[in-house]
């Protein structure tokens, strides 16, 4: 049932991903072909858009929090975070290990993500990394996810500030999920918004 479900998604994704080539390709010519697509609203710490664009606060609490870190101290199956997605239904950050998860994140994009939020208020990494993670797979931008091989499915959402402003270099975010386990495997900053 379950891998029924999901091959129905993967054609409706492939039918909604032709029509917002077709859509994307009239709004370049429209636009320009370097003009950004940002918009949406802003949110206390974290907040979903109606069009799929993260927005980072300037200021808000501490993500994850000590509380769920300290659950990764007994076990990297241990989940960091939950998130509802109309694709895969839930999705879970679990602490991880090297390979996949918040660990593999914190080791190998912590200073990608440092570089995102310096100068741009007092969040930490983690705070912009689990926004970005929450927006991109619970209000993902039109024509995402997509398949990205290998059984995982990648989310791509462009990235901004509260104040409207974006990123000097990264202006996306990257979430990488195992289809079959529905765990997230990463989540990075990136220049390009295809997977």
């Known amino acids: 049932m379950v891998q029924k479900k999901r091959s129905v998604i993967t ?18 010519a429209e636009r320009g072909a370097d003009d950004p697509t940002i918009g949406g609203g802003s949110g206390p710490s974290t907040s979903a858009s109606t069009d799929g664009t993260v927005t980072i606060t300037r200021t808000g609490p501490d993500m994850p929090g000590s509380t769920a870190l300290a659950r990764c101290d007994g076990s990297s199956q241990a989940a960091v975070a939950q998130y509802e997605t109309e694709a895969l239904g839930r999705v879970t950050l679990q602490c991880g290990t090297a390979a996949q998860g918040y660990e593999h994140i914190r080791v190998r994009h912590t200073a990608d993500w440092q570089d995102v939020v310096t ?19 619970e209000d993902p931008r039109a024509g995402f996810p997509v398949d990205a091989g290998d059984g995982k499915v990648c989310f791509a959402a462009p990235v901004r500030f509260d ?6 270099d990264d202006p996306y975010v990257k979430v990488i999920v195992s289809a079959t386990t529905d765990r997230v495997i990463t989540a990075y900053p990136t220049r390009t918004d295809d997977c």
Do not use: C, K, N
Request: aromatic letters at 4%; charged letters at 15%; glycine letters at 16%.
């Open 11 to 28: 054609g409706v994704a492939a039918v909604v991903a032709a029509g917002v080539l077709a859509g994307g390709l009239f709004l370049v």
């Open 119 to 137: 100068g741009h208020g007092a969040r930490d990494w983690d705070d912009a990394m689990l926004t970005a993670v929450q927006t991109a797979l």
């Open 163 to 168: 104040d409207g402003s974006r990123p000097d």
